[in-house]
């Protein structure tokens, strides 16, 4: 495909996902010259030998299966003992109680985040995403029919929140804000008193807080993570989270949307009535893998969670000292959680590169080397990096993409 083409249906919102331009990469990548394929691109991490699951989470699924318990449907809104497990560990954090009432399972967090979209979707309604963000909720949105307005995270800020943008956005119409903490694709990390203004503006606003918590605990700088939930007297929020990263198990598809609101918003009665019907329509995971969940959540021992946290740690810091040696490009904060950072593009720089999208095709061209450009997240000229990524392989990625930014830099 045309760069051309594909640069206008990424700037055209909605038209293309993540999956969607990374495959175009990998496509355009050079078979013949001999080397591996190495893709900074995806956060799914299972791909590399060094990020595995915990042998108590396969146990646990293989023992559900072998059971011949759960071979039938489970209830749409999923097992009690799923829903009241993921309650639980979701409490451990949060300055009140959860019940197995205010969950509801689903496939993996991206349905979690439809279900969010659908339920606060109503003729003229908008809501505001952060950008850089997750283009999921672009997509979401325009099936929804509500409008998208974006807020600006703010990199010489730690990629915090522009809360004077979010009182200029919002409206009489406006629904709710999207935070993404641990963050993807910047790899910050909220602390408590940026939350704390957030739940704070959003109060103010009348509007609800759609926390997405995938990352939840994948948090390896100074800041411990802070579930959105423990503002939930000061605002309602809806928590969407999943097993996929912290467990290493993204294809299992088990994910769950939450109400964390102490004060009951969500709990009237017509509320509860359209979130149940429209779990009706749903199809969520496998039985046998909501069968595990309880004993996955219960029994998984903290060093298998800070063997994932050190990696992590470790190659966030490869790509941190080895983007130093790159003069086009700019780390401008350090990743602090999460799988990604989002690190400067100086297309100034470079020769016969015209903005980031060129530069990802014809990396992945001459270097078998896919990374996702920032167009795709919604920031021009600035690149996402993937670091769930085995050393070695993350040290050799890097060298290549040295080597490309060596070849291309304008000789003055």
Request: aromatic share 8%; net charge neutral.
């Given at each position: 495909?045309e760069?051309?083409a594909?640069?206008?249906?990424?700037?055209t919102?909605?038209?293309?996902?993540?999956?969607?331009?990374?495959?175009?990469?990998?496509?355009n990548?050079?078979?013949?010259?001999?080397?591996?394929?190495?893709?900074?691109?995806m956060?799914?991490?299972?791909a590399?030998?060094?990020?595995?699951?915990?042998?108590?989470?396969?146990?646990a699924?293989?023992?559900s299966?072998e059971?011949e318990?759960?071979n039938?449907?489970?209830?749409?809104?999923?097992?009690p003992?799923t829903?009241?497990a993921?309650?639980e560990?979701?409490?451990?954090?949060?300055?009140?109680?959860?019940?197995?009432?205010?969950?509801?399972?689903?496939s993996?967090?991206?349905?979690?985040?439809?279900?969010?979209l659908?339920?606060?979707?109503?003729p003229?309604?908008?809501i505001l995403?952060?950008?850089?963000?997750?283009?999921?909720?672009?997509l979401?949105s325009?099936?929804?029919?509500?409008?998208?307005r974006?807020?600006?995270?703010?990199p010489?800020?730690?990629?915090e929140?522009?809360l004077d943008?979010i009182?200029?956005?919002?409206?009489?119409?406006?629904v709710?804000l999207?935070?993404?903490?641990p963050?993807?694709?910047?790899?910050?990390?909220?602390?408590y008193q940026?939350l704390k203004k957030?739940?704070e503006?959003?109060?103010?606003?009348?509007?609800?807080?759609i926390a997405?918590?995938?990352?939840?605990?994948?948090?390896?700088?100074?800041?411990?993570?802070?579930?959105?939930?423990?503002f939930?007297?000061?605002?309602?929020?809806?928590?969407l989270?999943?097993?996929?990263?912290?467990?290493i198990v993204?294809g299992?598809?088990?994910?769950?949307?939450?109400?964390s609101?102490?004060?009951?918003?969500?709990?009237k009665?017509?509320v509860?009535?359209?979130i149940?019907?429209y779990f009706?329509?749903?199809?969520?995971?496998?039985?046998?893998?909501?069968a595990?969940?309880?004993?996955?959540?219960e029994?998984?021992?903290?060093?298998?969670f800070?063997?994932?946290i050190?990696?992590?740690?470790?190659?966030?810091?490869?790509?941190c000292?080895?983007?130093?040696?790159?003069?086009?490009?700019?780390?401008?904060h350090?990743?602090?959680g999460?799988m990604a950072m989002?690190?400067?593009?100086n297309?100034?720089?470079?020769e016969?590169?015209?903005?980031?999208?060129?530069f990802?095709?014809?990396l992945?061209?001459?270097?078998s080397?896919?990374?996702?450009p920032?167009?795709?997240v919604g920031?021009?000229?600035?690149?996402?990096?993937?670091?769930?990524?085995?050393p070695?392989f993350?040290?050799?990625?890097?060298?290549?993409?040295?080597s490309?930014?060596?070849?291309?830099?304008?000789i003055?």
């Amino acid at each position: 495909m045309e760069i051309e083409a594909v640069n206008s249906k990424v700037d055209t919102a909605s038209t293309i996902t993540i999956k969607g331009i990374l495959s175009l990469l990998v496509q355009n990548a050079d078979e013949n010259n001999g080397r591996r394929l190495i893709s900074l691109g995806m956060g799914d991490p299972s791909a590399y030998s060094c990020f595995h699951t915990t042998r108590i989470a396969q146990d646990a699924v293989v023992d559900s299966l072998e059971s011949e318990k759960f071979n039938g449907y489970a209830p749409t809104a999923g097992l009690p003992q799923t829903r009241r497990a993921i309650a639980e560990y979701l409490s451990r954090d949060l300055p009140y109680k959860l019940t197995s009432d205010d969950v509801f399972i689903t496939s993996g967090c991206t349905q979690a985040i439809d279900v969010a979209l659908a339920m606060l979707a109503r003729p003229g309604a908008n809501i505001l995403l952060p950008r850089p963000g997750f283009p999921i909720y672009e997509l979401c949105s325009a099936f929804r029919n509500l409008e998208v307005r974006h807020f600006n995270l703010l990199p010489q800020q730690g990629w915090e929140v522009d809360l004077d943008a979010i009182e200029t956005l919002a409206d009489k119409n406006t629904v709710a804000l999207v935070i993404i903490n641990p963050g993807n694709p910047c790899g910050n990390v909220y602390s408590y008193q940026h939350l704390k203004k957030i739940a704070e503006t959003a109060e103010k606003l009348g509007i609800l807080v759609i926390a997405d918590e995938v990352y939840g605990h994948l948090a390896f700088g100074s800041r411990p993570f802070v579930p959105m939930g423990v503002f939930g007297s000061t605002v309602p929020v809806l928590t969407l989270g999943s097993l996929s990263k912290r467990w290493i198990v993204p294809g299992w598809r088990l994910g769950w949307f939450v109400t964390s609101d102490p004060s009951g918003t969500f709990r009237k009665p017509k509320v509860i009535e359209r979130i149940k019907k429209y779990f009706d329509i749903l199809g969520g995971p496998a039985t046998f893998i909501q069968a595990a969940v309880p004993h996955i959540l219960e029994s998984t021992d903290e060093v298998f969670f800070k063997k994932t946290i050190n990696i992590l740690k470790q190659t966030s810091e490869i790509c941190c000292r080895k983007i130093k040696e790159i003069p086009c490009i700019t780390c401008t904060h350090r990743p602090e959680g999460s799988m990604a950072m989002m690190v400067r593009l100086n297309i100034d720089l470079l020769e016969d590169i015209s903005d980031d999208i060129d530069f990802c095709f014809k990396l992945a061209k001459e270097e078998s080397l896919v990374i996702l450009p920032g167009t795709a997240v919604g920031l021009k000229n600035w690149l996402r990096i993937t670091f769930a990524v085995d050393p070695s392989f993350l040290e050799e990625a890097l060298g290549r993409l040295k080597s490309f930014c060596q070849r291309h830099t304008l000789i003055l």
